[in-house]
């Protein structure tokens, strides 16, 4: 081979490769685009997960006895929220909260969630403490005591259904959730149903049906529907587990300073959609 063919194939050799490395650069910098605008958009969509202030009142069942639900979210403090339910009637009450913020990222972040109830003179008092500082919960049942290990992203009862409104209203249809509930760490997963419009006191309602998906071995039951214009408030929910049954229907509610009324297209479908 000559010398000026040698000169020639290292040319193109030479081409070919400066070719090939601008390619590989042009197609990271359609890459990188790529992930910083999914990243943003992604930033974006978190920025603008917010609290939404809400009032409900519920007719209730708790294994059997007719009671009257209020269940409310409120700001207490400059980034502090406090969500509660409280349940009563002539024989007892139920009386369940929890506090909690939110992180740099918007992501719930309980404080101590508490569990009261008293029926016919007896009282059940339960308290988790979260110190996220020391990464431990505190756990109290009435006089017993004890800790485990905090990891983040763990929610209590409250803060988890929260969590799974705020989902839904970002159009995620499974969840997830690592939820301390009685000083134990579980996972509750959930799965959209179907969307219905349900009868309620308020009139029509378009919701989405969303089940709990319990392990194989387990007999429990968790249905809940929740109004797709009003921020995912719970409308209706079912739960048997354990020989307990509860239920809660709408009767009433303010989200975010406005009254909760019902659907009024004459011709909606059965999904909440219109003809």
């Not at 601008?22 to 197609?27: A, D, M, P, V, W």
């Not at 003179?121 to 756990?139: A, C, I, P, S």
């Not at 959930?190 to 007999?219: H, M, Q």
Request: no cysteine; glycine share 6%.
């Amino acid at each position: 081979m000559s010398v000026f063919t040698t000169i020639q194939l290292g040319l193109q050799s030479g081409r070919y490769l400066t070719g090939w490395l601008k390619r590989l650069s042009l197609l990271f910098l359609l890459s990188l685009q790529a992930i910083t605008a999914f990243s943003a958009a992604s930033v974006d969509n978190i920025s603008k997960a917010s609290i939404s202030p809400y009032s409900a009142t519920y007719s209730a069942k708790f294994s059997g006895l007719e009671i009257e639900a209020v269940q409310r979210l409120d700001e207490v403090a400059p980034g502090i929220y406090r969500e509660s339910l409280n349940a009563k009637n002539f024989l007892g009450k139920i009386d369940e909260q929890s506090t909690f913020s939110l992180t740099d990222e918007q992501l719930l972040r309980p404080k101590e969630y508490s569990y009261v109830r008293s029926v016919f003179g007896r009282t059940k008092t339960e308290v988790q403490r979260f110190d996220w500082q020391n990464g431990t919960l505190h756990y109290q049942k009435n006089d017993s005591h004890k800790e485990i290990t905090l990891e983040a992203g763990q929610l209590d009862m409250i803060t988890h259904r929260l969590q799974l409104r705020r989902d839904l209203s970002a159009g995620q249809t499974a969840f997830s959730y690592p939820v301390i509930s009685r000083g134990k760490l579980k996972q509750y997963a959930y799965r959209v149903v179907a969307n219905e419009v349900l009868e309620t006191a308020i009139g029509p309602l378009a919701t989405v049906k969303v089940e709990r998906i319990f392990e194989s071995d387990s007999s429990g039951q968790f249905t809940a529907w929740l109004a797709r214009d009003w921020d995912y408030l719970i409308v209706r929910l079912e739960q048997k587990k354990n020989g307990d049954s509860h239920q809660l229907k709408l009767r009433s509610a303010v989200v975010n300073n406005q009254t909760v009324l019902p659907l009024k297209n004459d011709r909606t479908k059965t999904d909440g959609s219109t003809e």
